[in-house]
Structure formats: C-alpha cells, structure tokens
C-alpha cells in the first residue's frame, strides 16, 4: 500500500486525526503493515507490549483471562485502536486480542508512539478521552455484572 494511503488511514482514526500530515506521514513509514488469519493471536495476555496495532480491516476479540478462562470483553474493527496501554504503563499487556476474521493491521512501534505522543499535544489530548471512555464504560459493565449476579444470589 502506497504511503500516502496509509497518511489518509491514519488520518481517519480519531486518534491521529488533529496530526499534521508530515508527523503521520513519518509514523506511516515507520510502521509496518502486518496481516493475521482468523484465530491468530495480535497480543497475549500477559506479555510485554513493544507495539501497538491500528486495524485496517477486518475484527478482532479481545479477550481477558478473568481465572476460568478467557472472557470477551470487547470486539474491535476498522480504525480500531489496540495494545496502547501496555506501551503506556511499561507493563504486561491486560488482555489478548485475537483476529474473528482475516485481520490487516498497522503495527506502531513502542518507540514511534511515544515519540508522536511527545511531539504532538493534541494526541495525548485525545488519548486522555479514549482512555477515559474505556474506563467508564468498564465500570458500567462491572456495575451491571456485579447487580446481575445480586439479583441472581451469587454475589
């Protein structure tokens, strides 16, 4: 794929779309387009994060080990946005992606990322808010699972 198309990918992600052209033509030619086959894991749960992955097409589960298994806890598709926390935090990566479908990705590098963080405000704005979103709709899940399993005498 030509680097001008992938600029025009990234610039449709909501994350990277406050960047200029000239920083996200840089991060586009310092990813790498990587390809996997439904069942293939993108991450595990557990290791440690040196990229993250921009999915290009396709959709993907993620998964965490929650002690009897791994639970579905989200789907992720175009334009999606994966394995930034544990670049994030220098810690083991939360959760395991797994491709549902033939799944294309942009794979950002550890590096690449935190340089574009550094360089560009405006994304670590918009980072802020993604994170924030995922916390609170977390912690909506929690709350609804945790009043099911009261409702049910589990808890």
């Known amino acids: 794929m030509p680097l001008n198309d992938e600029v025009e990918l990234l610039r449709k992600v909501l994350l990277f779309s406050g960047i200029e052209p000239a920083k996200l033509k840089l991060l586009a030619f310092t990813s790498e387009r990587v390809n996997f086959a439904k069942g293939q894991n993108l991450m595990r749960q557990g290791e440690m994060g040196n990229a993250a992955y921009l999915i290009l097409s396709g959709e993907a589960d993620v998964l965490a080990d929650a002690g009897g298994g791994p639970v579905k806890v989200a789907s992720v598709g175009r334009n999606g946005f994966v394995g930034e926390m544990a670049i994030l935090r220098d810690q083991p990566r939360t959760a395991t992606v797994v491709a549902a479908t033939?799944?294309?990705?942009?794979?950002?590098?550890?590096?690449?990322?935190?340089?574009?963080?550094?360089?560009?405000?405006?994304?670590?704005?918009?980072?802020?808010?993604?994170?924030?979103?995922?916390?609170?709709?977390?912690?909506?899940?929690?709350?609804?699972?945790?009043?099911?399993?009261?409702?049910?005498?589990?808890?």
């Open 102 to 155: 033939e799944v294309s990705t942009l794979k950002i590098t550890k590096e690449s990322f935190l340089q574009l963080i550094q360089d560009s405000p405006k994304i670590a704005i918009e980072l802020t808010r993604i994170l924030a979103q995922r916390l609170e709709t977390t912690t909506i899940d929690l709350t609804s699972a945790r009043e099911k399993l009261r409702a049910a005498g589990i808890e």
